[in-house]
C-alpha cells in the first residue's frame, strides 16, 4: 500500500503523516520533515507529543484519545516545536483505521494566519483602549470648561449695564452673554451623552431641524453676524428625523463654521439647507458658496482625520471627520459634491 501512496505522500505540499495507536509516526512525508527541521529517524524516534509544544499537549492528548476509539478529527489545531526552537501551528484532519490501529493525517502549516489574527486583536485592543481614552478626554475636557463657562456668564451679569451708555457695548456684552450660554447647554449635553451612551449605542430620538437649527445659530450668533452669512432654509419636505440631537447640532455647527472658515474672499457666505423624504429616503442637504475643493485630488480624503485643504491655520482637519462618524454610526450616509471656487454640497441620508 505504501509504494502505491508513494509518488502522493512524497510530493504533497501539505504535511502528510501515518501514526500507530501506541503515540509514533510511522511514516512522515518530506514535507513534515521539511517544516519541523528533523530527520525521518528523528521523527520515528521519540513520541509524538514530545514535539507539541508544552501548552497544547494535554489537549493533543485528549483529542488523541478519541482517535484510538476510531473517531475522525477534524479542524484541530496546535503547536509544534521545530528543531530550531521555533514554534508552528498546524491544522489537522486525521481519520483513524481501527482494523490496521493506524492514523492517517494530513496538517496544514497555519502560523501565519495565527500571527495575522493575534496582530488584529492587538490592534482591535489598542484600538479599544485609544477610544476608551478619548471618551474619557472628551467627558473630562466638556466637564471641566464647565466652571470657566459658568464664572464667564456670572462675571457678565455681574456689569452695571445701567452704568454703560454706548449702546454697541451693550450689544456686545448680550452676545458674550448668548454664546456663553450656549456653550454651556453644548456642554451639558455632552456630558449626559457620555454617562448615558457609548458610541456604539447611541439612542435615537425626535430631532427638529429647525429647533436644533435655531439653537446652534444662537450659540454662534456673533460669528455668523460678522461674516454676514445669508441662510436659504426649507425643512417643509422633511421636518424632523429620528436621530441623536447632539450630533444633529454638532453637525450643523461644523458645517455652518466651516462655510464662514473658508468663505471665498470678498464674498457673504450663502449657506442653503433643505429636507426631504422620497421614495422612502429622508434627506439633509448643505450647501454653500465657498472656496469648496477639488474632488479629483482629494474628494476621498474630505472626511478623513487632519486633512486640512486650504491652509487655514485655525484648521484642525477634525470637523467633516465627526460629522461622517456622527453620520455612520447611526446607520447613515454621506457624499460630497464641490467644485473649487463654487461652494460644496453634503447631502446626509439617514437610515431608514
Known amino acids: 500500500m505504501y509504494s502505491q501512496l508513494a509518488p502522493f505522500f512524497d510530493l504533497s505540499m501539505d504535511c502528510l503523516c501515518i501514526a500507530n495507536y501506541e503515540g509514533y509516526f510511522v511514516n512522515v512525508n ?114 471641566d470648561l464647565r466652571s470657566p463657562v459658568n464664572n464667564l456668564i456670572s462675571m457678565v451679569d455681574l456689569i452695571d449695564q445701567s452704568k454703560i451708555g454706548d449702546e454697541e457695548t451693550l450689544e456686545i456684552l448680550s452676545f458674550i452673554r448668548l454664546s456663553a450660554e450656549g456653550l454651556k447647554n453644548s456642554l451639558n449635553t455632552y456630558i449626559d451623552a457620555f454617562k448615558v451612551h457609548d458610541n456604539s449605542n447611541d439612542s435615537l430620538e425626535e430631532v427638529v431641524f429647525d429647533t436644533t437649527l435655531r439653537k446652534v445659530k444662537g450659540t454662534i450668533g456673533t460669528l455668523i453676524a460678522k461674516s454676514q452669512a445669508e441662510f436659504q432654509v426649507d425643512f417643509s419636505g422633511l421636518e424632523s428625523v429620528q436621530f441623536n440631537s447632539a450630533y444633529m447640532e454638532s453637525i450643523c455647527l461644523n458645517f455652518i463654521t466651516n462655510s464662514i472658515k473658508y468663505a471665498q474672499p470678498q464674498v457673504s457666505p450663502v449657506i442653503s439647507i433643505s429636507t426631504e423624504e422620497k421614495n422612502g429616503e429622508k434627506t439633509f442637504v448643505y450647501s454653500d458658496n465657498g472656496l469648496g475643493f477639488d474632488m479629483d485630488k482629494v474628494g476621498h480624503l474630505i472626511f478623513n482625520l487632519n486633512q486640512r485643504f486650504h491652509g487655514n491655520e485655525d484648521s484642525k482637519g477634525v470637523g467633516l471627520y465627526l460629522v461622517y462618524n456622527h453620520v455612520t454610526s447611526l446607520g447613515g450616509r454621506i457624499s460630497v459634491d464641490s467644485k473649487v471656487n463654487e461652494g460644496t454640497a453634503f447631502t446626509i441620508t439617514f437610515k431608514a
Open 30 to 143: 518530506p514535507a513534515l520533515m521539511q517544516l519541523l527541521g528533523y530527520s525521518e529517524q528523528e521523527l520515528k524516534s521519540k513520541l509524538i507529543s514530545e514535539f507539541i509544544y508544552g501548552e497544547d499537549k494535554e489537549r493533543t492528548a485528549s483529542n488523541r484519545k478519541n482517535l484510538t476509539r476510531n473517531e475522525a478529527l477534524v479542524n484541530f489545531e496546535n503547536r509544534y516545536v521545530c528543531k530550531s526552537g521555533e514554534i508552528v501551528w498546524l491544522h489537522w484532519t486525521a481519520i483513524p483505521m481501527d482494523n490496521e490501529r493506524l492514523i492517517y493525517a494530513i496538517a496544514k502549516d497555519v502560523t501565519y494566519k495565527k500571527e495575522l489574527e493575534n496582530e488584529r486583536i492587538l490592534h482591535l485592543s489598542k484600538l479599544s483602549q485609544s477610544n476608551e481614552k478619548l471618551k474619557q478626554l472628551n467627558y473630562r475636557t466638556s466637564h
